[in-house]
């Protein structure tokens, strides 16, 4: 008789100074449910506020649990990109993702996932939709998720070198796809997600899961909300770096400076 292996769905949190939402990012990763394991790995940018208290509360909540491996860390990184490669060279699980220390998943995201990649064998990856939510947890930007959500259900790579409508916070990969491509680029601090699904997606499919997996927060500390001029213009160079059609990067251009001029007109 054949007995099934568990999978293990490796989560990493990069943080700093996150602790008002850390929490609410904790127990959307830790009270998933279905028929697998869950690593939990917090790598904290050596907070200054109340973050280690959080962490150390949830390692004695979770020290007995046998469904959810907690792993943390908290030091001086080189910035987001940095301590996300720290978290993936940790993780032992045969799906990966990371989620910001302000953003949330919706319930039932795993069990979504481990069924698009039980149905998919030969894709490498697998995103889904994503609210976008304000500190309080609202619902907000709803025609910007909407537009997301229109090309997502479209997917191509074609239009992914055009806009970036996949959702990072919804967004799992195997670790053969950690195997085949690596790690992330840390000389990027806005866009290294995007990076990365231009790299994979240049050669592997992903299952588009057309359920909502998580929320992502803006709020005024938060870098769609600070730098998104340096987002954007970070983008633009990730896509000259894996596009060779010209008229792809220039509407990628020019997309890009509609977005931010509309960014201007709402700030």
């Known amino acids: 008789m054949t007995i099934k292996k568990q999978r293990k769905i490796s989560v990493i949190t990069p943080s700093f100074n996150q602790a008002d939402f850390l929490r609410q990012t904790i127990e959307s990763v830790i009270n998933q449910e279905g028929d697998f394991k869950i690593e939990y790995i917090v790598m904290d940018g050596g907070s200054t506020d109340h973050s280690v208290k959080v962490l150390q509360e949830y390692e004695t909540k979770l020290k007995q649990s046998n469904l959810v491996d907690f792993i943390w860390h908290s030091e001086k990184d080189h910035g987001q990109s940095d301590a996300i490669n720290k978290g993936m060279r940790i993780a032992s699980g045969d799906i990966i993702a990371y989620i910001n220390s302000d953003d949330t998943y919706c319930a039932g995201a795993f069990d979504q996932v481990v069924k698009a990649f039980s149905d998919h064998p030969k894709s490498l990856w697998a995103t889904g939709y994503c609210h976008i939510i304000d500190e309080n947890g609202r619902l907000i930007s709803n025609l910007v998720t ?11 790579y074609v239009t992914l070198q055009v806009l970036n409508y996949v959702c990072q916070p919804a967004t799992f990969w ?3 796809a950690l195997d085949q491509f690596g790690f992330f680029d840390e000389s990027l601090h806005y866009t290294m997600d995007y990076d990365y699904w231009l790299k ?5 499919r992903p299952v588009i899961i057309k359920q909502f997996l998580a929320n992502f927060r803006i709020h005024s500390a938060s870098k769609g909300k600070t730098a998104y001029i340096k987002q954007f213009d970070q983008d633009y160079l990730s896509v000259k770096k894996y596009s060779s059609n010209s008229f792809l990067i220039f509407l990628h251009f020019v997309h890009n400076g509609l977005i ?3 960014y201007r007109m709402t700030k």
């Open 260 to 262: 931010k001029l509309a």
């Open 200 to 204: 994979i997606g240049k050669v592997n």
């Open 174 to 176: 195997r670790r053969e």
């Open 146 to 156: 909407r537009y997301k959500n229109f090309w997502l259900k479209r997917y191509s």
